[in-house]
């Protein structure tokens, strides 16, 4: 018996089956009008394990309809009433996390211990934002002249629309909700459809917390163009908040100009992974098995090429493929499992025309390398070395279990290389030479950069990109609830 079933069997636990079927709509759970449904398929098995609402026009006129109707009860709330309900959430989610987590795994494929960790990043954004609710504040000044005086009013920015990736089906959606709940914004949340059972799981759990009907609104659908297009063009919808590629960023941001609707944009990545010759050598392997192998590679941040300087370049290879090559293969819900599959069969064939691209331009596969399972959506850990600086994989998102390697001479070419790129989200960089690390860092052109770190995501910290990675930040000291709030200026005659 695997830790799911265990999980499932548990009647303490809910059973995701129950929420089958169902959009969760102004504290309502629901058929979609039409009853229409997307199934939900287990990556590592390929079986259908669940099915949820397709929503029609009908049900997101309904869904804007309850979160416009939540707003002013939900605005005119007390921050501390606020605070002590997001609390609430927090530590429903840690109470609930192996259920979560075995659920999460089940649908994401990615291994227990990644959605363990996912779990706890997700619940931490509760924690943070109900300390955050109770802390907004204004400004207030003399104006130059000295005519009036300059009052300054955070208000939420109003209805908000959130939609969220398959990669981190709690994490992506709780970096977005607590924030907007926190500044007293209402939400919509539209979850990945291949992901969607740990959006409506998370649903529930809000509920018992104490999240009043139609503050919180989750729908799913096979057909999110149009869908989200109906969302932004009623009026009452003041936020887009969106986590995804780039490419869909990009028809996001048109939809929303369209009608002049606030956007922050979380997009995608190319991590660039830097090791100096004077790195700690152990301690940069493990910190590169973190950064490329947290969720097996599908992570925004994850390491998408790794830069070794000449020096430490033989032992590096050598250490990452003892490491690669001895990483456990398997079903994300088996307790042993260190490497899940993919997410569909297309992110799998993918991977591998991005590895025979590089191959065929010269790479050298050091293990891995070729798909091998008949049954599930994997892709066995690989790494490459001597990679082309025109490998197509030095210039896309891999998304999956490829650590292509390849070996620089000195600090100006790679900050160059590094800076090649539309993408500016995450970088890494090893060396026992801060001044160098901290000068590498800030010439380095992303959002985000861990120095002798292979991990830098904190709901404490801003996380965001620059260039083609993204608008905004969140999480962070204001930086998260800022993009959920307007500034109003009142400018007063004493
Ligand atoms: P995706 O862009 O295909 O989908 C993301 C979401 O957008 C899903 O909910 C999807 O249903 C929806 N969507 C797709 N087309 C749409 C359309 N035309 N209109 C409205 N919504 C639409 O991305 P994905 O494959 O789910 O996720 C992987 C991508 O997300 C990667 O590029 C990754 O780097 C990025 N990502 C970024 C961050 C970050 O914080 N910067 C975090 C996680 C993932």
């Known amino acids: 018996m695997n830790n799911l079933q265990r999980t499932f069997e548990n009647p303490d636990m809910f059973d995701f089956r129950s929420f089958s079927h169902r959009l969760y709509i102004g504290g309502q759970w629901r058929q979609s009008s039409e009853d229409r449904l997307i199934e939900v398929i287990d990556p590592s098995t390929e079986a259908v394990i669940a099915a949820v609402p397709d929503a029609t026009p009908a049900d997101v006129a309904d869904a804007v309809d309850a979160a416009a109707t939540a707003a002013p009860g939900w605005r005119e709330t007390a921050p501390r009433r606020r605070s002590e309900i997001l609390r609430r959430c927090f ?8 259920m979560l ?59 908000c629309v959130l939609i969220t990736p398959w990669n981190f089906p709690a994490a992506m959606a709780t970096r977005k909700i607590a924030p907007a709940l926190a500044a007293g914004c209402t939400v919509i949340l539209k979850p990945a459809s291949e992901t969607p059972l740990t959006a ?48 869909v960023g990009r028809i996001l941001l048109a939809e929303a100009a369209k009608h002049v609707i606030s956007c922050s944009m979380e997009l995608g990545g190319n991590a660039p992974f830097i090791v100096f010759d004077d790195a700690d050598l152990d301690a940069a392997l ?22 070794v300087q000449a020096g430490i370049h033989d032992a590096f290879c050598e250490g ?36 025979k691209d590089a191959v065929r331009r010269g790479a050298k596969v050091l293990c891995g390398g070729s798909v091998t399972d008949d049954t599930g959506y994997f892709y066995p850990p690989t790494v490459l070395c001597d990679v082309p600086e025109d490998a197509e994989l030095a210039h896309e998102e891999i998304f999956g279990p490829v650590a292509p390697i390849s070996s620089f001479q000195d600090e100006a070419e790679v900050i160059r290389r590094a800076n090649e790129t539309e993408y500016g989200l995450a970088a890494y960089v090893y060396t026992s030479d801060l001044a160098k690390g901290m000068r590498v860092a800030s010439k380095i052109e992303t959002g985000m950069i861990a120095v002798n770190r292979g991990l830098m995501s904190d709901p404490a910290a801003p996380f965001g990109g620059v260039k083609q990675s993204g608008l905004g930040r969140e999480g962070g000291q204001h930086h998260g609830i800022a993009e959920f709030m307007e500034a109003k200026y009142i400018a007063v005659t004493m």
């Open 286 to 307: 493990d910190g590169a098995m973190i950064a490329k192998m947290r969720n097996a590679g599908e992570a925004c941040t994850a390491a998408n090429r790794l830069y």
């Open 101 to 159: 987590a075995a659920l999460i795994s089940l649908e994401n494929g990615k291994a227990l211990r990644d959605a363990r960790g996912e779990v706890a990043y997700a619940a931490e954004f509760f924690r943070w934002n109900a300390e955050e609710a109770v802390r907004i504040s204004g400004e207030f000044c003399i104006a130059p002249s000295g005519a009036n005086r300059i009052v300054v009013d955070y208000q939420p920015i109003g209805v």
């Open 200 to 247: 409506y799981a998370l649903a529930a759990l809000y509920e018992e917390a104490g999240v009043p009907p139609g503050v919180v609104n989750v729908l799913t659908t096979s057909n999110p163009g149009p869908v989200t297009s109906a969302m932004l063009a009623d009026p009452r919808v003041r936020k887009l908040s969106f986590t995804g590629s780039t490419g």
């Open 91 to 98: 530590e429903l989610m840690i109470e609930r996390s192996e």
């Open 320 to 355: 990452l493929r003892k490491r690669m090559a001895a990483l456990k293969v398997g079903a994300g819900t088996e307790a042993e499992t260190e490497c899940g599959p993919m997410i569909t069969g297309k992110a799998v064939s993918k991977i591998d025309r991005l590895v």
